[in-house]
């Protein structure tokens, strides 16, 4: 199962994601996306505690590129993780942070438009060229959120 998550299309961008980075991107109606898989992966965080999860991934020295999406049902924060290793949350995940499955689309950030909805919250760094581990990111996640008896974990 892939999962996608659409936004407008984006015009150009001046970053080259797969020769700086090494990330699987392809152009699609007219904007740029990664494809997780070979490596990346992407967990979802709810726009309610994104806030809390970035600061808490920035203590821990576990920051990477995270974009902020509006998908069907509300604005989403996507962190982009090494998805080399299996990764298991040793704590039940907060509602609506899911991991999603090799083969999901991400749109990325293109130049600044009217047209452009997805933007980086954290930009990538050409000179921090990895990515935070799946379970350093889930580990920080689970620690840094209060889960409520009785949520729903994806």
């Known amino acids: 199962m892939s999962v996608e998550l659409e936004a407008a299309p984006s015009p150009g961008t001046g970053v080259d994601y797969r020769g700086t980075f090494g990330w699987p991107v392809e152009w699609h109606q007219g904007g740029l996306r990664l494809v ?3 490596g990346v992966g992407a967990v979802v965080v709810p726009r309610a505690l994104s806030e809390v999860v970035l600061a808490s991934l ?7 590129p995270a974009v902020a999406l509006p998908t069907r049902r509300e604005r ?5 993780v090494e998805a080399d290793d299996v ?4 704590t ?3 509602s609506g942070v899911r991991v ?6 991400i749109p990325l950030p293109g130049e600044r438009g009217t047209h452009t ?3 980086w919250i954290v930009e990538p760094d050409p000179s921090q060229r990895w990515l935070p581990s799946l379970g350093s990111v889930l580990t920080v996640i689970s620690s840094s959120t209060i889960v409520r008896p009785g949520a729903l974990v994806w």
């Not at 990764?87 to 040793?90: G, I, M, R, T």
């Open 36 to 38: 997780t898989g070979s």
């Open 58 to 64: 920035a203590r821990q020295g576990c920051s990477g």
């Open 76 to 80: 989403v924060t996507v962190l982009l």
């Open 87 to 90: 990764a298991v949350a040793e």
């Open 92 to 94: 039940p995940l907060p």
């Open 100 to 105: 999603l499955p090799a083969g999901s689309a």
């Open 117 to 119: 909805l997805a933007r």
